[in-house]
């Protein structure tokens, strides 16, 4: 919905040396109409003429406290961006390599120029928010390489939350540069200059995340994945003046994923690495990406927070970056709950009877419902020891649905299996080992997706995939792993990273383990999850039974988790430091819910609570830390409540490795 303005503003003056402007030939402008035609074509709007100059063109987008400049300095691109006044990106460099060696970025014109600022807000399906604002000022040039006579486009954008940029490819030059044919990538030049003094928290796959200088990314891959110093994204970096910034990509449609690579020579350097292998090396080397033109490549976005609590809160950048939502109809897309059942027919049904009682919405069959996933690519039977269909049916008339697990070995024909899976009554798929990385696997994704949409089925992607904002687009894609998830057990530190890192990219599946003696957290740092995180789709009492849980005196954590939604109205985050707490509330109707987690030092977080409704009490119902086991584990949860309004402080203490989780209703 469009509350205000989106509209073409007028360029302004761009200097030239010594601050004098100039001005484009003729025959320039002529020439830019051709690139005018194709930017146009990838929605990226009119052009005016630019005002040229000797050596130095630039411009800036600025929204907020927040700026990206572009400029052409000795003929070659580069960018920037700061915040408030101070440099969050020094001058990078911004290019594309193509398949023949020629290098857009390196010496070019500038042709044509515009700018725009739009303010829009919409409503997601679900989110962290029940509206965004979509709020920003962009900045876009038409260029020429000098040497090959190629045209290209350079567009970005500054937002509150941070600032993004991306190109557009018009085509190999040969019919004038208008578009309408190919356009063969073989690298992207983007480089991210971080200031002095800045750690970026690298990790690849499944592996923890590591505080390094970004010249320190350690070598990893192996002869059948990409090699380097590389790092997947969401890559956060903390700056010495105290900035907190997470580089992102989203609307990846038809090109290779990106990771980014340590820089030789350049201590606080990064560049741009097209994934050339998948991410597990199954599946076909692709050193190349060929694409129709016109054609615009993803963003690539620096989420920024002048605070560590505010980039959290500042992630919904990467949504207003993605391409809007392509269903008509989405009433049958509901985020929710879930209980992973043991496989056989009598364990299904106590699933369902189980999520009735503990407020869940689905039940799923995980890996080897149909046989070993590995050696079995027919997901079409299950075992013997399972009936589906009375499974599914019980299910249904209980209000429940049913997802299923189906490794990538049995998605050879997805229409069909999607087919027959909505006949069943099937809800939604998990797919597991998914190879992300390639612009095939990439197109193999969104294709799950929109397949997934056309038989009403909700996808949750597993294993090494990353976020690109395309629950946006479908939002039946509704949660993806691509994080070391919390069946591994990690460390507290590495819980209070991911709000930082990896889920400033999209939503997270991250199966909260309450109960668990292999935790390395305390049962309240569990419960906390459910509020810290975003993960719409939230799996629950991971690796358990409902029978664990037959004497509920036992389980003091089982209210919250009856009650706790997974997607909200509002949401902020109160408190964070990056491997060290966080602190969010999220408000569901009149209800908020608070959940604070702690790495393994203990503390309390003083809270106020001025988000409240003025004039209201609340009743507050805390989870929270007892006396300290000899584990994490062994620590108790004490329930208590108290009556808080907005004028109060709630004092949030914490054992090591531990948490709080609370419920704020209106007395």
């Not at 709007?45 to 800036?60: E, I, K, N, Q």
């Not at 300095?73 to 915040?83: I, M």
């Not at 599946?283 to 002048?306: H, N």
């Not at 507290?492 to 997270?508: D, E, K, Q, S, Y």
């Amino acid at each position: 919905m469009r509350t205000s303005e989106d509209r073409e503003d007028q360029e302004e003056p761009t200097p030239g040396r010594g601050g004098r402007p100039g001005a484009l030939s003729r025959r320039g402008v002529l020439r830019g109409a051709a690139v005018t035609v194709g930017m146009a074509a990838v929605g990226l709007g009119a052009t005016r003429p630019a005002l040229a100059a000797d050596d130095r063109v630039r411009a800036t987008a600025r929204m907020g406290a927040n700026a990206i400049t572009m400029s052409v300095v000795d003929g070659a691109l580069r960018w920037s961006a700061t915040r408030e006044g101070t440099t969050v990106v020094d001058t990078s460099t911004l290019g594309i390599r193509l398949s023949d060696g020629t290098s857009l970025g390196s010496s070019v014109r500038v042709l044509d120029s515009g700018r725009r600022t739009c303010h829009d807000t919409w409503s997601p399906v679900y989110g962290r928010n029940a509206t965004v604002t979509d709020h920003y000022q962009e900045q876009r040039w038409a260029l020429e390489d000098t040497a090959s006579g190629i045209r290209f486009g350079v567009q970005i954008r500054a937002y509150k939350t941070g600032v993004a940029l991306r190109y557009v490819l018009l085509g190999d030059g040969s019919g004038g540069g208008s578009g309408g044919g190919t356009a063969t990538v073989s690298d992207e030049l983007t480089t991210f200059a971080f200031p002095d003094g800045t750690t970026v928290y690298s990790a690849r796959d499944e592996n923890a995340y590591l505080p390094v200088a970004p010249d320190a990314i350690p070598s990893t891959g192996t002869s059948s994945t990409d090699q380097g110093p590389l790092t997947d994204l969401p890559l956060t970096a903390t700056l010495a003046n105290g900035f907190i910034a997470c580089v992102c990509e989203s609307s990846r449609l038809d090109f290779p994923r990106l990771m980014l690579s340590s820089v030789p020579g350049q201590p606080g350097a990064l560049s741009a690495f097209l994934m050339e292998h998948t991410a597990r090396g199954t599946g076909p080397v692709e050193t190349t990406t060929t694409v129709t033109t016109p054609f615009a490549t993803p963003w690539r976005a620096v989420v920024i927070g002048s605070t560590h609590a505010e980039l959290v809160d500042n992630a919904e950048l990467v949504l207003n970056l993605a391409p809007e939502n392509a269903l008509t109809d989405t009433s049958w897309i509901k985020p929710g709950k879930v209980f992973r059942c043991e496989l056989s027919t009598a364990a299904g049904i106590e699933g369902v009877d189980f999520a009735v009682a503990r407020g869940l919405r689905y039940i799923e069959y995980d890996a080897g419902w149909y046989g070993p996933e590995f050696t079995t690519p027919d997901a079409t039977k299950p075992i013997a020891a399972i009936d589906l269909p009375s499974v599914i049916s019980y299910a249904t008339e209980k209000g429940i649905g049913v997802f299923l697990y189906v490794n990538r070995l049995a998605l050879t024909d997805a229409d069909t299996l999607f087919g027959l899976y909505k006949g069943w009554g099937v809800a939604g798929i998990k797919l597991g080992f998914i190879n992300d990385g390639t612009q095939s696997m990439t197109n193999q994704i969104t294709d799950w997706a929109r397949t997934a949409a056309a038989y009403q089925l909700l996808i949750d992607m597993h294993d090494d995939v990353r976020p690109f904002g395309y629950e946006r687009t479908y939002p039946n894609y509704v949660s993806l792993e691509g994080v070391r998830g919390n069946e591994q057990f990690p460390t507290a530190t590495h819980n209070v990273t991911l709000p930082f890192a990896r889920n400033i990219g999209g939503p997270m599946d991250y199966t909260i383990c309450y109960g668990q003696s292999r935790n390395k957290t305390t049962n309240a740092h569990q419960m906390a999850m459910a509020a810290v995180y975003y993960q719409p789709l939230n799996f629950l009492f991971w690796y358990d039974k409902p029978s664990k849980y037959t004497n509920t005196a036992n389980w003091p954590g089982l209210p919250w988790f009856n009650a706790v939604p997974t997607t909200w109205d509002e949401s902020r985050t109160l408190a964070g430091s990056i491997g060290e707490y966080v602190a969010v509330a999220r408000r569901d109707g009149s209800t908020w819910y608070l959940g604070a987690m702690t790495n393994e030092t203990a503390r309390t977080l003083s809270l106020p609570l001025s988000f409240l409704d003025d004039g209201t009490s609340y009743t507050a119902t805390v989870y929270a830390d007892g006396t300290p086991g000899s584990s994490p584990f062994r620590t108790p949860v004490v329930v208590s409540t108290l009556t808080v309004t907005a004028e109060s402080t709630l004092e949030v203490a914490m054992a090591g490795a531990g948490g709080q989780a609370v419920i704020l209703r209106p007395s």
